[in-house]
C-alpha cells in the first residue's frame, strides 16, 4: 500500500510540474491544437528552399522602415506562398537591401488567423514583444529561441480575431520544416540565431503575407515619397489648424481615446482655439503596408505657446472606398529622457497627447 500510494504522489506531482510548465510556456494558440498532430514527427523530409526575391525588386509593403536611430531601420517578411522569410535593411536613403533568406514553415491550415486554435499563422503587420531562450523553452518544440509577436494587434482587435501567443520560434534538428507549425513561424535554430542580431524589440517590424508583391526600386521609391508626401499634408493641416483639410485624413470609423471622429474634431477645434500656434515635427517615419491595412510610426515633437512633449505616435490606416487611405485610429506614448537624450531629441515630456 505504501509503495502505491507513493508511486500516485510521483505520478501526480509529475503530471503537474509538467502541465505548469505547459501552460506557462506554450501559446494559447498552441493550447487549442489538436495534441495528435504531425508536429510530434521527427524530420522525415527535406526542408524547402529558400526563393530568392526578384533580381532588383524588393517588397511592396515595406514603404519606409526608419533610419537606424530610434526604430531598427529593418523588417522581416514572411512569404507563406514561398515558404521563405527574408530579412531587409533600409538605408539613409530608403532605399532596401536583402541580407538573407531563409526557409520556413508556419501554420498548418492555410489562410489568416481569425480565432484561437484554428492551426492558422495571421497575416499582417506585427512587431516583436519579448523574447525566450535556453532553459525558458521546451527545445524539443521550440528549439533554442523564440520572439513573441504581438497577435492580435490593432487591426486583429477591430475585427474581432481571437488567439494569442504568436512566435516566430526555432525547432531542432530532429524536426521538420515541412510539418506545419501551430499558428507560429518558425526556422532552423542556425536561422534564428542570425536573425536575432537583426531583431529590436518593439520597433522592428515582422510583416506576414500570403503572397509577397514585389516592385522594382524606382516604384518603391515613387511610392515611398508619395506616402511621406501625405503625411506631410496630415501635418501641414494640423499645423496650420485647417480642421476641414485635417479631418478630411480620418476614416468615418474612427476612434481613439475614447472618442469617434466627431468628438475628436470637437477636441481638436478646442485645442486649436486654446493655443496661439502649434508647431509639429515628424522624425524617422516608419511606414508598413498589408493589403488594405496601414501601419505608420514616428517620433512626434508638438509644441504650442502652452504645451510641449515629445513622444511616438503611430497611426493606423485603411483603405477607403475611394482608395485612399483614411486614418482609423491613432495612439500617443511618451518617451523616457534617457532615450531621448540619447537620440538628441527634446526633453518636454507630458502625460496626454495633442
Not at 75 to 89: G, H, M, P, S, Y
Not at 101 to 130: N, S, W
Not at 219 to 239: F, G, I, N, R, Y
Not at 284 to 294: F, G, W
Amino acid at each position: 500500500m505504501l509503495r502505491l500510494s507513493t508511486f500516485i504522489l510521483v505520478a501526480f506531482t509529475t503530471v503537474g510540474l509538467s502541465a505548469q510548465t505547459s501552460l506557462r510556456m506554450e501559446s494559447e494558440t498552441n493550447l487549442g491544437a489538436n495534441e495528435n498532430d504531425p508536429s510530434k514527427s521527427t524530420a522525415t523530409a527535406t526542408d524547402p528552399l529558400a526563393v530568392q526575391p526578384p533580381k532588383g525588386k524588393v517588397p511592396k509593403g515595406l514603404a519606409l522602415l526608419g533610419k537606424n536611430n530610434y526604430f531598427a531601420g529593418k523588417a522581416i517578411v514572411v512569404d507563406k506562398f514561398r515558404r521563405t522569410l527574408t530579412l531587409w535593411n533600409a538605408d539613409d536613403t530608403g532605399r532596401l537591401t536583402l541580407v538573407k533568406a531563409y526557409p520556413t514553415d508556419y501554420g498548418r491550415k492555410p489562410g489568416d488567423k481569425t480565432r484561437r486554435g484554428d492551426l492558422k499563422t495571421p497575416e499582417g503587420v506585427y512587431f516583436f514583444e519579448e523574447t525566450y531562450f535556453g532553459a525558458q523553452l521546451d527545445y524539443n518544440e521550440y528549439g533554442n529561441r523564440a520572439f513573441v509577436m504581438d497577435y492580435p494587434n490593432y487591426f486583429d482587435k477591430r475585427e474581432k480575431k481571437t488567439g494569442s501567443g504568436i512566435w516566430l520560434h526555432a525547432i531542432p534538428p530532429t524536426k521538420s520544416l515541412l510539418r506545419g507549425s501551430r499558428g507560429c513561424v518558425v526556422l532552423r535554430n542556425e536561422a534564428i540565431e542570425e536573425v536575432k542580431a537583426h531583431i529590436s524589440l518593439n520597433n522592428m517590424p515582422i510583416v506576414v503575407y500570403d503572397y509577397v508583391e514585389y516592385v522594382s526600386q524606382d516604384k518603391h521609391l515613387e511610392d515611398q515619397k508619395a506616402l511621406v508626401s501625405l503625411l506631410d499634408k496630415w501635418k501641414k493641416a494640423w499645423t496650420e489648424k485647417n480642421i476641414a483639410a485635417y479631418m478630411n485624413f480620418y476614416d468615418d470609423t474612427f476612434k481613439a481615446l475614447k472618442m469617434s471622429k466627431t468628438q475628436w474634431q470637437a477636441y481638436k477645434e478646442s485645442l486649436n482655439e486654446k493655443y496661439k500656434f502649434i508647431k509639429v515635427s515628424i522624425h524617422e517615419p516608419m511606414i508598413i503596408a498589408y493589403k488594405d491595412e496601414m501601419v505608420v510610426r514616428f517620433m512626434q515633437q508638438y509644441q504650442s505657446d502652452e504645451h510641449g512633449d515629445v513622444g511616438e505616435k503611430t497611426l493606423y490606416l485603411k483603405r477607403s472606398d475611394m482608395g485612399d487611405f483614411k486614418i482609423v485610429h491613432e495612439a500617443w506614448s511618451p518617451v523616457s529622457k534617457e532615450i531621448l537624450a540619447a537620440k538628441g531629441f527634446g526633453s518636454g515630456q507630458s502625460q496626454s497627447a495633442n
